[in-house]
C-alpha cells in the first residue's frame, strides 16, 4: 500500500478519531513473510533482499511467530553529534554483491526491521480488516521480540501530537509524517495513506553542466556549497529541463566556460560510466535556489528541482549552514519500547 502527498497533517475530525498518524521512516520498504522456518523479505518492487541483510533474517526466525506478514521498512542507525540518527549510506552500502561483504557489514553496521503494519498472523488473512486491528496484530507478533533488530514505529490519534513530530523528529534523520485511517483496509499498489513531507530549499553555486545524452542542450547542472573552509564543493545536480530550456541553458553556461577550460572527469562508480562522468567546469557566479528531500553525506539524494535564479546572492554566501538541522532527537526514542510509551 503506497502513500499520496498531501501539504499538511489531517486534523481529526471534530468529535472523531478518524487518523492515525506516525512517523515516515527513510528506508527500504520491505515486506517480511515467516511460515515456519522460511523467511523471505521483499522490497517494494519485489527484489529479494534477504540475501543482504541476514541479521534481520535472523531475527525475525528468533523473534517472530511462525506464521505471519509484516510490513514496515529496513533501516541502519549510527551515532552522530551524540544521538543515533538513521545513516543512509550505510544502508545502500549493504546492497552489495559479494556474500563475503554483506556479512561483514552485518556485524559492523547491523539493520534493524521496523514494522508499522501486518498483513497477516497464524492462519488470518488481515488486509481486509482495519487498521485499528492490523496495528494491534503488529503488537501481538512482535511484543514478545527481545531482538533490538525488530521493532515497531510509535503512533499517536493526536493530531496536535503528529505536527510536533514532523518537527522534533527530523534531526533523527526521518523524512515527515504518514497518517493512516483507522477504518482503512490494506489496498496494495493504491495510495491509501497519506504523507506529509519536509519541503527544503537550498541556495547552491552553479560549478558546472553535463551535456545532455542526446548530444544536445543541457543534462544537468552540477550543484556546489562551500564548506566552514571556504572551498566549493559539488553536491549534487539537478536535471529534467525542457528542450527549449535545455538549449538556453547550455548556452547561459557557455559563456561561463573558463577560457581554455577542460572537461572534467566525474565520479566513476557502477551507475556512472567514465563517458557519462564528465562535466564541464564553470566559473562559479550563478546561484539558484533549488527543492531536494535529503541531504546525505554532502550530498543531496534524490531529486534536485530547480526554483528560481538568485541573483541577489553572493556565491560566497551559498554554504552547507543553510541546512543544518539541530540534532535533538534519538532515532530509537521514536521506537514503541524505548519510552515505554503506548499507542495514544
Known amino acids: 500500500m503506497l502513500a499520496k502527498a498531501v501539504p499538511a497533517v489531517p486534523d481529526q475530525p471534530p468529535g472523531e478519531t478518524a487518523w492515525s498518524y506516525e512517523p515516515k521512516w527513510d528506508g527500504f520498504r ?13 522490497s517494494r518492487s519485489g527484489k529479494d533482499l534477504a540475501r543482504y541483510f541476514p541479521e ?4 525475525a526466525l528468533a523473534a517472530l511467530p511462525h506464521r505471519v506478514v509484516l510490513d514496515g521498512e529496513v533501516a541502519v542507525a549510527a551515532p552522530l553529534g551524540g544521538v543515533a540518527r538513521l545513516d543512509w549510506d550505510a ?22 526491521f521496523i514494522g508499522f503494519d501486518a498483513l497477516a498472523l497464524g492462519s488470518a488473512d488481515l488486509t481486509g480488516e482495519p487498521f485499528a486491528v492490523r496495528r494491534q496484530a503488529l503488537l501481538d507478533a512482535t511484543g514478545a521480540a527481545s531482538d533490538p533488530r525488530i521493532r515497531v514505529s510509535r503512533v499517536t490519534r493526536d493530531d496536535a501530537t503528529a505536527r510536533a513530530w514532523f518537527t522534533d523528529f527530523e534531526g533523527a534523520g526521518l523524512d515527515g509524517v504518514v497518517a493512516k485511517r483507522l477504518d482503512g483496509r490494506y489496498a496494495p499498489g493504491r495510495r491509501e495513506m497519506v504523507k506529509v513531507k519536509h519541503k527544503r530549499t537550498a541556495d547552491c553555486v552553479i560549478m558546472g553542466y553535463r551535456i545532455h545524452k542526446s548530444g544536445s ?3 544537468s547542472m552540477l550543484l556546489g556549497l562551500h564548506s566552514a573552509d ?3 564543493r559539488m553536491v549534487g545536480g539537478s536535471s529534467a529541463f525542457s528542450d527549449a530550456a535545455r538549449t538556453e541553458l547550455q548556452e547561459r553556461l557557455e559563456a561561463l566556460r573558463p577560457e581554455g577550460g577542460a572537461v572534467a572527469q566525474g565520479e566513476v562508480n557502477r551507475w556512472r560510466s567514465a563517458a557519462s ?3 564541464i567546469p564553470v566559473r562559479p557566479e550563478l546561484v539558484a535556489e533549488f527543492a531536494y528531500d535529503q541531504m546525505e553525506s554532502g550530498r543531496f539524494r534524490h ?18 549552514d543553510q541546512l543544518e538541522v539541530p540534532l535533538t532527537c534519538d532515532v530509537f526514542d521514536v521506537l514503541m519500547g524505548s519510552t515505554g510509551d503506548a499507542d495514544g
Open 277 to 279: 562522468a564528465e562535466w
Open 230 to 232: 571556504g572551498e566549493l
Open 217 to 219: 542542450g543541457l543534462g
Open 303 to 320: 531529486t534536485v528541482k530547480f526554483l528560481r535564479w538568485r541573483p541577489d546572492r553572493d556565491p560566497d554566501d551559498c554554504g552547507f
Open 30 to 42: 520491505a515486506l517480511i513473510f515467516r511460515d515456519g522456518d522460511d523467511v523471505v523479505m521483499s
Open 91 to 112: 544502508l545502500s552500502a549493504r546492497i552489495h554483491p559479494a556474500a563475503s561483504r554483506i556479512e561483514l557489514l552485518s556485524v559492523q553496521t547491523p539493520a534493524m
Open 56 to 59: 534481520v533474517v535472523d531475527a
